[in-house]
């Protein structure tokens, strides 16, 4: 049996996780299952699953979890503080699959104790890519994508020489709002923004698919994960999400992979890597697909892409910096404080100030969140919201 724990257990992502394990109960040994405010999801999910721990982020929510979960031989942990603590144990198989900057500290847990860390939080990757990638070689834990571009890419890649790749083309919907005007954009509220055509996501990762901020993330994190320079990946809006995303090789020739919009075709892919086994999705039907649409990427629109270049470039912590003046951005924006197009103004003017850091290497997790926090912290004060 595998001994495998998941964190971010009640999201979208961990969710999907649980039914493929749920699905093939004998095959795996449920260590940590964690949640953060739905501690009635979480509690449900730790008994179907008889994991071991239940752990939510949220310090105050101790005795209510423990008492859902009365009864059982399930152990209680709340805090941040012990989540990192069930993070800590070892295990087969861990899924990092908390949403936001809160996943990268997780994630290094994880790797130091897993032998196959599965990771969906690409924020890991944009703030900290060089200090998770340093830390599951120095622990000899596997990284595996579960973005479904990067599941994409990875599976093209398979058996294939990394010096013949030539590009990268990571295809994107375009979001709901691919045809829409820039005046209709800087109308648009959250739950518009939130209202994805094909993929079923967390809420926050829908708003980011709209604005493209998800696809600009997802840039850094190929160029992280992979080890390609910036200038070999291009975004190609494909509306229908069958192909995933596709590698482009020295001879012309471009592997595709494809596949309906299920995040369990990813997800199973990187439970069960290197084999594969059925996850139980839905299959395509050629005869029902009459058409495969591709165009390029509108940056004045969607200047993200552009932006995400801007922090390739920089490098160092100008990956975490983006990614934390596109949180609080959206937490602005949330909030009804500004409207859907303010959020890549604020984020493109905090990466520019990001020359008044001296030190700008990212190898060191209280370095990383300096900068997560100051770039907070001037979205605040470009918008006068601050505290
Ligand atoms: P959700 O919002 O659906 O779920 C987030 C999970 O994280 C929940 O379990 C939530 O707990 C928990 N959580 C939230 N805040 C904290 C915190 N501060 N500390 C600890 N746990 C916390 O997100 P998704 O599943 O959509 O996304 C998860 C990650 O995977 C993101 O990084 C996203 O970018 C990435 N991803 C998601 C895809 C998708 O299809 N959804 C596709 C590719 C990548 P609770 O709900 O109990 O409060
Ligand atoms: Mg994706």
Redesign the pocket.
Known sequence: MRRVSIF???????QNTVRLIEQDKDAFDVVAV?????IK??ADIAKSLDAKVAVT?EDNLRDDLKSLLKGTNISVYAGRSE?IDAASQTVDWAMS????F??LEISLALAQNSKTLAL????SLVCGGALLKNTCHQHGCTLLP???EHSAIFQALNGEDIKSVERILLTASGGPFLNASRDEMARVTPDQAADHPN?S?????SIDSASMFNKAMEIIETKELFDFSSDLIEVVVHPQSIIHSMVGFNDGAIMAQMGPPD?CGAIGYALYWPKRQNAGVERLDFSQLSQLDFQPADTTRFPAISIAHEVMAKGGLAGAVFNAAKEQSLDLFLEGKIGFLQMADLVAKTVKSLSSFDDQSADKMDKIIKADTWAREHVKELTGYQK
């Open positions: 971010g257990a009640t999201g979208s992502i961990g964690s949640g953060g405010k739905n999801k979480l982020s989540l699959a908390v949403v936001g809160a996943g969906a939080n690409k924020e579960v973005d479904s993929w996501m967390g809420k926050r990762i995040m």
